[in-house]
C-alpha cells in the first residue's frame, strides 16, 4: 500500500532563511507526487505536482522540489522564507485510479522574524 | 467561478443525531472526494466517485455514505453521528486526467468543521 511519511512535524525558520522539508513515500510503480499547503482555516493549495519528466519541479510562491527516485524523497524547498509562509505543508501520492491521494500527516512551519 | 462549495462551514451535533455535508462543484470534473482532516493524521479518504452514479470506499468509510446523481453534487451523509467522527471534513475534485493512472489535480473546498458531543 502506498505511503507517506514527513518526519518532521514543526519547523522554525528565521524570515530570510532558506528552507527544506522532508517527504518519503513508499509507492510500487512510478509516482504522481503532490506538495499542498493549508493556512490556518483554509482548504488545501497545490504547490507543484510531479508526474513525469525533469525531476525538479517548480511551484508557485516561489517553492521547488525534488524527485529522487533511489531516495524515495520529494523534498520541498524554497530559498527564502517570507512570514507569509507560515502553514501546514502536506506531501501526497496518486494512490491509483480515481485520483486518490494518500497524504502525509504535514509539517507546520513557523517563520520567526 | 466559485470552484468547490462546502456548506455548512462549522456544524455541532449530539451523539446519535444524522447530517449531511453538501459539497458543489461548478468546474464539471468528473471525479469527487472527500476526507477527513485530524491533527498529526494528515488526510484520509472516506469516499470517492469517478462520475455520477459511481461511489467507492475510501480508506475511512464506516459511519458515512455518499451518493452521486448529478457531476457538480456529493453529499456526505452521516447516519448517526459519534465523538470519533469529530474533525474537518474537505471535499475535493478534479478532472480524470491521466487515464492510464487516474490521477490528476485535486481541487479543495474550504472545509467543514464537524463537532460531535
Known amino acids: 500500500a502506498q505511503s507517506v511519511t514527513q518526519p518532521d512535524i514543526h519547523i522554525t525558520v528565521s524570515e530570510g532563511a532558506s528552507l527544506e522539508l522532508r517527504c518519503n513515500y513508499s509507492?510500487?510503480?512510478?509516482?504522481?507526487l503532490f506538495w499542498y499547503v493549508q493556512s490556518p482555516g483554509q482548504g488545501l493549495q497545490l504547490l507543484l505536482k510531479?508526474?513525469?519528466?525533469?525531476?525538479l519541479v517548480q511551484g508557485i510562491k516561489g517553492f521547488e522540489a525534488e524527485f529522487k527516485r533511489s531516495q524515495s524523497s520529494f523534498n520541498l524547498r524554497k530559498p527564502s522564507v517570507h512570514w507569509s509562509d507560515a502553514a501546514e505543508y502536506f506531501c501526497?501520492?496518486?494512490?491509483?485510479?480515481?485520483?486518490?491521494?494518500?497524504f502525509g500527516a504535514g509539517t507546520i512551519l513557523r517563520v520567526k522574524s | 467561478n466559485a470552484g468547490v462549495t462546502q456548506t455548512p462551514k462549522f456544524q455541532v451535533l449530539k451523539t446519535g443525531q444524522s447530517m449531511t455535508l453538501q459539497c458543489a462543484q461548478d468546474?464539471?470534473?468528473?471525479?469527487m472526494s472527500w476526507y477527513r482532516q485530524d491533527p498529526g493524521m494528515g488526510l484520509r479518504l472516506i469516499h470517492y466517485?469517478?462520475?455520477?452514479?459511481?461511489?467507492d470506499q475510501g480508506e475511512v468509510p464506516n459511519g458515512y455514505n455518499v451518493s452521486r446523481s448529478t457531476t457538480e453534487d456529493f453529499p456526505l451523509r452521516l447516519l448517526s453521528a459519534a465523538p470519533s467522527q469529530t474533525s474537518v471534513y474537505f471535499c475535493?475534485?478534479?478532472?480524470?486526467?491521466?487515464?492510464?493512472?487516474?490521477?490528476?489535480?485535486?481541487?479543495f473546498g474550504e472545509g467543514s468543521r464537524l463537532t460531535v458531543l
Open positions: 466517485s469517478v462520475g455520477a452514479g459511481i461511489t
Open positions: 510531479y508526474f513525469s519528466g525533469d525531476t
Open positions: 475535493a475534485s478534479s478532472y480524470l486526467r491521466d487515464t492510464r493512472s487516474g490521477t490528476g489535480e485535486l481541487f
Open positions: 509507492y510500487g510503480a512510478t509516482p504522481y
Open positions: 468546474m464539471n470534473h468528473e471525479y
Open positions: 501526497a501520492v496518486g494512490a491509483g485510479y480515481g485520483n486518490k491521494l494518500v
